[in-house]
Each structure stands twice: as structure tokens, then as C-alpha cells.
């Protein structure tokens, strides 16, 4: 770990209070993101991955509670007063979301969207923010950008949103960018010009990325690190080749194995993970993939295997220490 | 092409009048599906694919008479659907039924899991006795993967793979020979659509099915079609037998949607180039004269702005492109 930390997470916990009593959206996540890297994290619905990250935000439901610490360059941020956050959020960190459409206002230009961003943050004058603005959409390569500025949201595609989005998030140069499935509404043609913008952005000012996706091809391509989770926990976490050729978690080699591919020869039937996703409002004493885990022992179902290190910055919580590969094919 | 197709479509044309503001104004023409010909064999999985807005959804739903047809020719087993009367259409909904996207937006919430797969069945053979049905309704909830015990809950108590089962059992139930399948997997998470899948494929194989599978996702349609026909601005741009397309796809809209797919190999993945394409689509209003793709193609000339390519043989496979041979080559 010799990159300087500028986010560190240390026991995160979201709860959501809900008519049938409490929900545990995340459980103890304990992760660092780096100045300049993109942390991938990785996991299907109800795995945590957003609300970890709408936490650190501040962004949680009226319902929702975080506990635990999340530090941004050495400062605590969890759960700070609105006032605080609003000035952070913006100015130090900002996030993008899957549908830009509903993250904009239907009603404004684009122009007096991203203008308000400056004049609110940096104090510019309409005229100062109107001409960084048209530099932010020339640097996320929208051409005829004064043009573009007095149109509105609905007149531009779903990738020229994203990218007016991504122009917007880094106005005002935060170091922390979260993007929440930030290409899963996009057609591919366009997906791989949006990976190919934000890994271009991270390089020209060194911003850090935390990439949420349910999308092992998108991780591939952009992450350095990658965090995978399930049921609200973090069970293995590594350098992304290390995670791709080398994972030690039975979910993580689920995952990897049902993904139909085109790099690799058609197979009759694709291996599956049997059963379902879990069921949030329980939360069971052992581990929570073990319903569904191909190598299930008798301390999977009493006891939460903690996540621990197998060195070289690679990371999992399973109590299983055989050799993987017994996936199930086909069920 | 010598065996008979099940289903055999010509020149359909699907239009919708865009209406334009101001008074006198005329409507302009969204040619949503144009002239799009091609035959389904009986137990094949032909694949559509393409873009958002490429006309995959509209032409599922115009194949099954869900909107109406503009012009030209759909037929099953050799009858003409595109002209059947309403009341005539009703036996022939029997071999052609649909599951959709999102599973739990196409339930009715205030049905239980039992009348909802019934319900095709009071609808389209309804001198069935209500034993029979039930019979019939459990049978099928069995081969989905559902449990007889979940007969009487409400779709809002299933998750998303599940709540697709009741889909598919909703749309066998019946009995179809061909099953428009629209993005039946697209909204559910990565370890229940291979679920889901390897279940389309057991069915089609018990039950000697035929499928249509529109989907966005060129690695899902390779696992599950035998051929492929790629649509681009309501067009068929190519239709060729699934390993020849993927192996050596000669349209070049085909290379360019091959190219864009993300490879879970983080090696593999960053060797690779981002598609070089213009992002901006054409405006459906206004298509480019001669070929719809040349405005993102690497290919194109003076000829394809002049001339609409027509759908062609090569090798026994089908494209529309003037310079498909060199983009093959």
C-alpha cells in the first residue's frame, strides 16, 4: 500500500429502517481509494455496492443510517451536517449516475445547470463559469460546445447526457469521482467511448475513480483494483488481473464463469449460480453466499468468515482454502 | 433455404407519423422498421440485435400484431397475419406468444402467480375444464423452475429471475411454436440470467420451440442463437449463421458492435482499442440518403451516398453493404 490513501473507509455500515424492522444494506466495508486509481466494485442488486458509496456521499435515503468512518484526506465525513457536505460534495468529490436524464433538470439548459455548479462553488461570475464550461465540454470532446450550452437535457442523446454529466462532475476538479453505473443505459458503441473518456480524464488530472458496475467487461477494461461484493459484504478484493486469474472466492468465480464471452470458445450451456439472491432482511450467522456456494462446509453455516489477507494487497472472506474450479455447469 | 420457413416476412415496413410543431405543419415518418425481409426455420434461434432505436422492439411487437403493420408480409405457416381479421388473428395468437424485458412490469400485480399463467389459457382455449387448466398451470410452473406452493402469490414476492419464470411459463403455457423473446434477460443480474438462459434452452429442446431473440447483448445472442440478423435504423444490415458472423462478420456496423464489446480479461481488454465510430446516430427523422450507416462508416464513398445497398448473398450469407467484400477481407 504505497499510494497515498486519499479515501479511507473503515467499518461502514448502512441499515435501512424499514416496515418489516431493519434491512442491512452494507455490513463493515473497510477499503482505501487512491489517488489517481480506479477502484472497480463489483456485485449484483442488493450487494451494496451503490449504498456504500450514496453513504460516503451523504446521499442515503431518509431511512437510511451509515456508521463507521470514512475519512477524505484524513478528514472525517460520515455523516456530517447537510451544510458541510454540500460544500464538499462538488467541490472535493462528486458522483454520475446510471440515468443522467433523472440526475438532470428537465426544465433548465444545460448551460444554467453547469454554470451553478461554479458560481455556487468557486464564486465565478456568470460569464468566468460560462467559459469554463464551454472548456469542460470540449475536454469530455462535445464539439460546438457554446452552442450546446443553451440546449436542454432531452435534446441530447444518452450518451451526450453522460458525457454533460461527467463534464459537470469535473468543474470543479474534485479528486474523488464516483460513477454508478455509469454506461449500464448505453448502447456498447457508445459504453466504449465513455470508458475510453473517463480513463483519459483520470490520466490528464489524476482523479480518482470508484467505478460501481454489475459489468465484469467494464471492470476489466478500466479498474486497477477491484472489490467484489455480495450481500451487503466485501468477500474477495485484489489487483484486477490478480482477481481475474487468480480469485480465491467461490462467488467472485461464479460470477466470472456465467458471463457469456466472446474472447473465449461457445459453450453448450453456461455454468450457472444456483439459487437466488439473498434475502437482505435476514441476516444469517454464517457466511450469506453459502446457500448457494458449491464448496459449503459445516463453519460456512455457523460463522461469518472474515476478510482476510492472502498477501500481495489480495484479500477474501471465505473459509474454504481447497482449490476452486467446481463451479456448477448447467443448473 | 430448402426446408419451408415457420415464419416468412417480406418488405415489412413499420411507420409512425411524428407529429411537428405548428399549425400546418405535416407529420413527418419514422420508419421504424423498413423493408426488412427474412425467414425463421421451425427450431431455430434466430438472434436480432442492434442499437437502442434500431427497431428490435417494434418489430417483435409488429410480428405478433401487437401494433400495426404499415406495409408488407408476415406469414406463419404460410398464412398472411398482416390482413387476418381481429377475431380470426385469435387462433393463431395460440403459436405465437411473447415474454418481455421486465418481468415484473408485464404481471399484473393484483394477479396471483396461478390465474396469471391460466389466463392465457381462459383466453385462448376456453372449453378447457378448470381441472385441466390447473393441470396444466402446474405442469408448467414445474418445468420453469417454480414450486406448486407458490401457486397463489403475487408477483411483487418474486425477484426478477423468478418473477421471468412466470413470464415464460405465461407464454408456453399455451403451447406456441414461436416465442418472441424481447430482452428476456437483460434486466436481471449476471448469476440468474445464465439461469434463465440455460432454461430457454431446455424448453426449446422439450418442447421443440422456435425462438426470436431480440437482445442488445452480441455475447448473450451468440450463447443462445443459430443465426443472427443485425438491425441498424430499422434495417437489416446482415443475416448470417451465428458462427460465421461472429467468426468473420462482413457488414461493417456488425464489426463495429463486435468491437465495442467489453472482455471480462482485463488483459485482453486493454490491448484493445476503443471503437473509433462517431458516436452521434442519424436522426430517424432524417436518414442519410443511400446507406443508413455511411454517416459512421469507415468505408463509406460516393456510392453508398447515392445508392440504398440491398440485402445480398455471399457465400451463403446475407448483407447489405456495397463494399461487403472488402470489409470481410
Not at chain 1, 468477500?235 to 474472447?263: F, N
Not at chain 2, 410543431?21 to 426488412?36: F, K, M
Not at chain 2, 383466453?123 to 393441470?135: G, H, I, T
Amino acid at each position: 500500500m504505497a499510494a497515498e490513501a486519499l479515501l479511507e473507509v473503515r467499518n461502514l455500515s448502512v441499515c435501512f429502517d424499514t416496515g418489516d424492522g431493519p434491512v442491512y444494506a452494507v455490513n463493515g466495508l473497510d477499503l482505501e481509494v487512491r489517488r489517481g486509481e480506479v477502484l472497480g466494485m463489483v456485485g449484483e442488486s442488493g450487494s451494496g455496492k451503490s449504498q456504500s458509496w450514496l453513504a460516503v456521499m451523504g446521499l442515503l435515503a431518509k431511512n437510511g443510517r451509515a456508521e463507521g468512518s470514512a475519512r477524505l484526506g484524513g478528514e472525517e465525513i460520515l455523516n456530517l451536517p447537510q451544510r458541510a457536505l454540500r460544500r464538499l460534495r462538488g467541490d472535493r468529490m462528486a458522483m454520475i449516475f446510471q440515468d443522467p436524464m433523472t440526475a438532470m433538470n428537465p426544465f433548465l439548459t444545460v448551460g444554467r445547470q453547469m454554470t451553478e455548479v461554479l458560481e455556487c462553488h468557486r464564486g465565478l461570475s456568470r460569464r468566468e463559469a460560462r467559459a469554463r464550461c464551454v472548456a469542460a465540454l470540449e475536454s469530455v470532446h462535445i464539439g460546438d460546445a457554446a452552442r450546446r450550452l443553451s440546449m436542454y437535457p432531452h435534446e441530447f442523446s444518452g450518451g451526450m447526457r453522460q458525457r454533460v454529466m461527467i463534464a459537470t462532475a469535473l468543474l470543479t476538479e474534485p479528486q474523488l469521482l464516483i460513477c454508478d453505473e455509469p454506461t449500464t443505459a448505453l448502447d456498447v458503441t457508445v459504453q466504449a467511448q465513455i470508458l475510453a473518456l473517463l480513463d483519459e480524464l483520470r490520466q490528464r488530472y489524476r482523479t480518482a475513480i470508484v467505478l460501481i458496475t454489475h459489468d465484469l467487461g467494464v471492470i476489466a477494461q478500466l479498474a486497477d483494483r477491484v472489490t467484489v461484493m455480495y450481500a451487503g459484504r466485501q468477500v474477495e478484493q485484489a489487483e484486477v488481473h490478480t482477481l481475474y486469474g487468480a480469485y480465491r472466492h467461490p462467488y467472485t468465480e461464479g460470477l466470472l464463469r456465467s458471463v457469456p464471452r466472446l474472447d473465449q470458445p461457445r459453450s453448450e450451456r453456461l455454468a450457472t449460480i444456483p439459487g437466488r439472491p439473498p434475502d437482505l432482511a435476514r441476516r444469517p450467522a454464517g457466511c450469506p453466499f453459502e446457500p448457494r456456494c458449491a464448496y459449503v462446509t459445516e463453519i460456512c453455516r455457523q460463522r461469518m468468515p472474515p476478510l482476510v489477507s492472502l498477501g500481495d494487497a489480495h484479500l477474501r472472506a471465505c473459509h474454504y482454502d481447497g482449490a476452486l474450479g467446481r463451479a456448477e455447469i448447467g443448473a | 433455404m430448402s426446408e419451408p420457413a415457420l415464419l416468412e416476412v417480406r418488405d415489412l415496413d413499420v411507420h409512425f407519423p411524428v407529429r411537428r410543431p405548428g399549425l400546418l405543419r405535416s407529420p413527418l415518418t419514422l420508419r421504424a422498421v423498413d423493408q426488412v425481409s427474412f425467414d425463421v426455420r421451425p427450431g431455430e434461434v434466430l438472434g436480432v440485435v442492434g442499437e437502442s432505436g434500431c427497431g428490435k422492439s417494434t418489430l417483435s411487437r409488429a410480428l405478433l400484431r401487437l401494433i400495426p403493420v404499415t406495409a408488407g408480409s408476415v406469414r406463419l405457416r404460410g398464412v398472411e397475419l398482416t390482413t387476418l381479421e381481429k377475431a380470426a388473428l385469435r387462433p393463431l395468437r395460440r403459436s405465437m406468444q411473447m415474454i418481455f424485458q421486465d418481468p415484473l412490469a408485464s404481471l399484473d400485480p393484483r394477479m396471483t402467480v396461478g390465474e396469471i399463467i391460466a389466463e392465457p389459457l381462459k383466453a385462448l382455449l376456453p372449453r378447457m375444464d378448470r381441472a385441466e387448466r390447473q393441470q396444466r398451470v402446474l405442469r408448467m410452473m414445474q418445468q420453469v423452475g417454480l414450486l406448486p406452493a407458490q401457486i397463489n402469490r403475487y408477483p411483487h414476492e418474486f425477484s426478477g429471475g423468478q418473477a421471468q419464470r412466470i413470464g415464460i411459463a405465461r407464454a408456453l403455457v399455451v403451447a406456441p411454436e414461436l416465442v418472441v423473446c424481447d430482452e428476456p434477460v437483460s434486466a436481471l443480474d449476471v448469476s440468474i440470467k445464465s439461469q434463465v438462459i440455460n432454461l430457454l434452452l431446455d424448453l426449446r429442446a422439450e418442447h421443440g420451440l422456435t425462438y426470436i431473440f431480440v437482445a442488445h447483448d452480441l455475447a448473450t445472442v451468440r450463447h443462445i442463437a443459430d443465426r443472427v440478423m443485425v438491425l441498424y435504423m430499422g434495417r437489416v444490415m446482415e443475416i448470417t449463421d451465428r458462427d460465421a458472423l461472429y467468426a468473420r462478420p462482413l457488414h461493417p456496423y456488425t464489426r463495429l458492435l463486435l468491437s465495442a464489446v467489453p472482455i471480462p480479461d482485463p488483459t485482453l481488454a486493454r490491448q484493445r482499442r476503443a471503437a473509433p465510430a462517431r458516436e452521434e446516430l442519424p436522426s430517424p427523422l432524417a436518414l442519410p440518403s443511400g446507406c443508413a450507416f455511411r454517416t459512421r462508416c469507415p468505408l463509406a464513398d460516393a456510392r453508398c451516398v447515392a445508392e440504398r445497398p440491398i440485402l445480398r448473398e455471399i457465400d451463403g450469407r446475407y448483407v447489405a453493404c456495397h463494399h461487403a467484400e472488402a470489409a470481410g477481407a
